[in-house]
């Protein structure tokens, strides 16, 4: 396992060397882009709901849309091929390229025939293959696997690319800029488009009323693949059938805004084949032939584990998605290292362990499932609304269950409360019991913090559970929140307007009593009648290792905690993001609908509900902080999850009501995302993603500001980041203590 882990650890060091800063500019430049794009686009969120609304439909009639494709299609003079697997695939379209004396074959860039590897079962049969897309191009002359989901070459720099080909090909002069790089590129593979005899493109849309296949390209390169050679196939995944030609206006704005922010793709391609533009001869003089009845046109729909998905509860999903990029793009793991470590065999980013397990298996969703760190920060972006980091949960969820009894089994076997299998990675077991850790860490402290601080203890973790040697470990509280409310000889107030549980999240109970207390003397100065009760953990930590029956487990023991609250009236504050996303989002999966409404309906952001309560009334100037005058001007950084459910701007306008002056950071992750950091393989990754933050909060501007930040994990990693020691906003608008 240690030998595992330091391999991946030097795996993902070598990508961020040689990699990492293209994919970083291509990526983030994407993302930005996306973000003015749909800014500009008024109807954005209508069109998200169509377009889900038209997947799910289509998903669900699926078998009949087949059938409605193979109708339309021969009506229009094609012939429709359903194929099993990708072996059926390639044995279809190779019988194809036969029979037409295909020896030259050029294509449009398709993510589903690099899934079949449709290029190497062409080549084995004597066909040469040309990849007519930039990107595509550049990887073959590479031999590279595609990166990025929509570019595929991110990966490599222009310098890179220039030296690719003036080592590859016999140029009059060296190739430098982008633009000539280009110009030679088009040149190329002109010459290889006129002596084609067969043109292969995808279909990023297939119309079942019509025939039609929808392909959006950047060059253009797909309308020459179909016009030029009088023979067309094209290979699509059978969830690319959407019902009718008008379904496709929604998806058409969306595509391209979604994945490289532009308004709308630079070509949009619609034809419904045989094509009835005449075959080109540029043998003759005579510029087009006369017949274009000479065409042939094959669309080969592919299932490959599509139907399977499709009856796969948890994976269903997956088949919604449209291939935009969005999810990768937003993700700042990917944006540090791209898809060839965040990837399987084919897809990469967020979508890709859905892909991947659906089509290729668990073990290749394996290699890279758990750089997903749950953040959410691609739901929002998914022009379809999937919960693309809830198909990733799962299929962690069924990774671990696949595993074998391991050779530490013994030492963990009635110790840990969870309901996983034995052979679970000790790592993973070991985090996603972190509550049972914390717990005996305060009940042993100091001696808990002492203990874990020696070499040879930070060895064994770093050899057993890697959990990294560089990092700080959470120091534990010997009183932990619970105690000291209960242990407080404060009266409680009978007759408040508010009463409200605030929760005691597993750091704020046992690590960061100090922004609980200040939280609850907050909300008393603010009137309202506070509890701290036993509550279970929230289960985030075994969900973010993929334990999901544990998590469910904590969830049930929250909801019966909690419940007698609930029904008495109280509020729920919750302190950590991270949690107060589960009773939002996550409980959804775990509680009845009814346990996830009454939770998540009387549930709030500690920040949200202290702007509640000021909304209504409640007297701001009980929160001065009797030494706040040095501390006016703050650095203040938000929680992924935060973000994701729009509550960011609660902590902001509270502070800003209290004459803080704010400098809110852009960078939407810290890198740290709970264990992660702490894992030995994803140290060096987790600080590359962090140092954008870092490098933000040193900035002039931010320099001298007080840190703030609301998440645990980005407090942590801003504690390693910066010199300065960062703090929660509570414990900046408390009252003073008299
Ligand atoms: S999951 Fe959503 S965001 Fe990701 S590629 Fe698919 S459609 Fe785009």
Known sequence: MAADRAQKAERIRHLLATEGASVEENARGFNDGRYESVARLEEYEDYKDRARAIKEDAIEHLPDLIEQVRETVEANGGTVYLAEDAADANRYVREVASDTEADTVVKSKSMTTEEIELNEALEAEGSEVWETDLGEFVLQVAEEAPSHLVAPAIHRSCEDIAHLFNEHFDTDEDLETAQELTDFAREYLGDQIREADLGITGANFVTADTGTMALVTSEGNAR??????????????????????????????????????????????????????????????????????????????????????????????????????????????????????????????????????????????????????????????????????????????????????????????????????????????????????????????????????????????????????????????????????????????????????????????????????????????????????????????????????????????????????????????????????????????????????????????????????????????????ADRGATEEIAYHSHCQQRTLGLESYTTAVLEDLEYDVLTSDVECCGMAGSFGYKSEYYELSMDVGSRLGEQFETPEAADRTVVASGTSCLEQLDSLLTRQPRHPITLIEPPKS
């Not at 470990?473 to 407080?488: A, G, I, K, S, Y």
């Not at 509550?535 to 993929?546: F, H, T």
């Not at 609930?566 to 729920?572: H, I, K, N, R, S």
């Not at 920040?607 to 701001?620: C, R, S, V």
Request: hydrophobic content about 35%; aromatic content about 8%.
């Open 224 to 625: 020459k693949t179909v016009a030029v050679p009088d023979t067309h196939v094209a290979v699509a995944g059978v969830e690319k059938i959407i019902p009718t030609f008008e379904d496709l206006q929604p998806f058409v704005e969306l595509i391209g805004r979604s994945g490289t922010g532009q308004d709308i793709t630079s070509y949009v391609s619609l034809f419904s084949p045989p094509v009835s533009t005449p075959p080109v001869d540029f043998e003759s003089d005579e510029p087009i032939a006369d017949d274009p009845d000479d065409r042939e046109f094959h669309l080969v729909l592919l299932d490959n584990g599509r139907m399977d998905m499709r009856e796969d509860d948890q994976l269903r999903e997956t088949l919604y998605c449209i291939r935009c990029s969005a999810c990768a793009n937003s993700c700042a793991n990917f944006q540090s290292v791209g898809g060839h470590a965040f990837g399987g065999e084919t897809y990469t980013g967020g979508i890709a362990t859905g892909w991947e397990a659906g089509v290729h298996g668990q073990d290749s969703a394996a290699e890279f499932n758990d750089l997903c760190t749950g953040c959410s920060r691609c739901v929002n972006q998914c022009p379809v609304n999937i919960d693309i980091p809830w198909i990733n949960t799962v299929v962690r969820d069924r990774i671990n269950h696949s595993g074998e009894d391991g050779q530490f089994d013994f030492l963990v076997e009635g110790l840990t409360p969870d309901a996983e299998p034995a052979g679970l990675d000790l790592q993973k077991r070991f985090f996603g019991n972190f509550s049972t850790l914390a717990k005996l860490g305060s009940a042993t402290a100091p001696l808990s913090n002492w203990g874990a601080d020696l070499s040879p203890s930070r060895w064994l973790m770093e050899r057993v559970l890697g959990i990294d040697r560089r990092r700080e470990l959470p120091r534990f509280e010997r009183e932990t929140f619970v105690e000291w409310f209960r242990n407080r000889d404060v009266p409680r107030s009978v007759d408040a307007d508010y009463h409200a549980v605030v929760y005691p999240d597993l750091y704020t109970n046992h690590v960061r009593t100090e922004r609980g207390k200040a939280a609850v003397r907050t909300l008393e100065a603010l009137g309202v009648a506070v509890e701290v009760p036993d509550v279970a953990s929230s289960g985030r930590a075994p969900l973010s290792q993929g334990m999901v029956d544990t998590a469910a487990g904590h969830a049930d023991e929250v909801a019966a905690d909690l419940e007698s609250y609930l029904e008495a009236g109280y509020d729920v504050v919750v302190i950590e993001p991270s949690d107060h996303a589960m009773f939002q989002r996550e409980y959804e999966k775990l509680l009845s609908e009814e346990q996830h409404e009454s939770l998540a309906d009387r549930s709030y952001e500690v920040f949200e509900y202290i702007y509640g309560l000021l909304e209504n009334g409640a007297d701001i100037s009980e929160l001065r902080n």
